[in-house]
């Protein structure tokens, strides 16, 4: 099998906070292939915006610990200088956020955004292209009258077109990994099954890879090749999309299915109705982490952490059942 384009290897990553040190992920595995859409689900505080932030290498100023490795084509993002990692995002990495207002600034034009941020990748190409580049780009997304829309600024547009200006910025400097944070979680429903659309519609023009973070099962069912199930820092089970939602292993993904199936819109808010709470990460045990709210707990979970192993080929699961 090919090298994956982004691997991930028992990344473990903590913060000092007044409480003490939080391990906020640990011993975190994942490969995102080329050209595949790797959707990454799990609960409110799982860990899944600390891991897309370290790939970024974005962590805030109370980073603890860093320790595993972050491999992008071959090249340790982790061990990288500075000023490779700054050339590296937006370039070769790029992010897109929850709320599209933190990527846009207020006081610009889109046009004058939109030809800066080409402008590291595309050094010799006159204004005159910069600009061409960001009409076409924003008529792909799904602006109307790009041409004359792009002279506005930010405020003029909806919740939903933002976030379109804001995938098309991400994308016109050709990045080989798209990160996309819950993209459509500031949305309302109608407006997010058209980013979804969106998403679903870029991966035939878009030839990089796309990690694609959800709290909602149901949405990167539809749009993601494979899926990474995580649990309070951990990844508890990854697979092909197919099997993982035609024969999930851990028990905390089939809960994850169970509440969705009952929800309707599939926006996954009511994931928290999993009798219990997220486990504090400040005093992690040497246990399965989720043995607290595990139905099918017993004396063996409480024997070490259980590995992600293969339960099928391409399937793993950390669970000593599965
Ligand atoms: N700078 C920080 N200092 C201390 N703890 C932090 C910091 N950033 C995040 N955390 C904690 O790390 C855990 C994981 O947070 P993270 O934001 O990565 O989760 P998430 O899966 O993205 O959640 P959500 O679905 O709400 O976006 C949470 O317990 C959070 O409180
Ligand atoms: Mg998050």
Do not use: W
Not at 171 to 191: G, Q, R
Not at 208 to 215: A, D, E, K, P
Not at 276 to 285: A, H, I, R, Y
């Amino acid at each position: 099998m090919a090298a994956p384009l982004l691997d991930v290897q028992g990344l473990s990553l903590s913060f000092a906070t007044a409480r003490g040190v939080a391990r906020v992920l640990r011993d975190v595995t994942l490969a995102i292939p080329r050209g595949r859409i790797v959707g990454v689900v799990g609960e409110s505080g799982s860990g899944k915006s600390t891991m897309a932030s370290a790939v970024m290498r974005l962590l805030p100023p109370n980073l603890h610990a860093v320790t595993g490795s972050i491999t992008l084509d071959g090249t340790d993002l982790l061990a990288l200088p500075p000023d490779a990692m700054r050339r590296m995002r937006g370039r070769r990495v790029a992010m897109v956020f929850q709320d599209p207002m933190t990527a846009l600034n207020p006081v610009f034009r889109v046009e004058t955004q939109m030809v800066d941020v080409q402008r590291n990748a595309f050094p010799d190409r006159s204004r005159r292209e910069l600009h061409a580049r960001a009409v076409e780009m924003l008529r792909t997304v799904g602006i109307p009258a790009p041409e004359k829309r792009i002279r506005d600024y930010p405020h003029q547009f909806s919740g939903g077109m933002r976030q379109r200006i804001v995938i098309a910025m991400a994308l016109l400097c050709e990045p080989e990994l798209l990160i996309a944070d819950e993209p459509t979680t500031a949305l309302d429903v109608t407006i997010e099954a058209q980013i979804l659309r969106l998403f679903e519609d870029l991966r035939a023009g878009f030839d990089g890879s796309i990690l694609f973070i959800s709290h909602s099962l149901g949405v990167v069912s539809s749009l993601c090749d494979e899926v990474v199930v995580m649990y309070a820092g951990t990844v508890v089970e990854s697979a092909s999309a197919r099997d993982l939602f035609t024969n999930p292993r851990h028990p905390y993904t089939r809960l994850l299915l169970e509440c969705e199936i009952g929800e309707g819109d599939g926006r996954g808010e009511r994931l928290r109705s999993i009798p219990g709470g997220v486990p504090d990460l400040f005093d992690v045990p040497d246990a399965c982490i989720f043995a607290g709210r595990c139905p099918q707990a017993h004396d063996r979970c409480l024997q070490g952490v259980p590995a992600l192993r293969e339960v099928a080929p391409g399937h793993r699961a950390a669970c000593v059942l599965a």
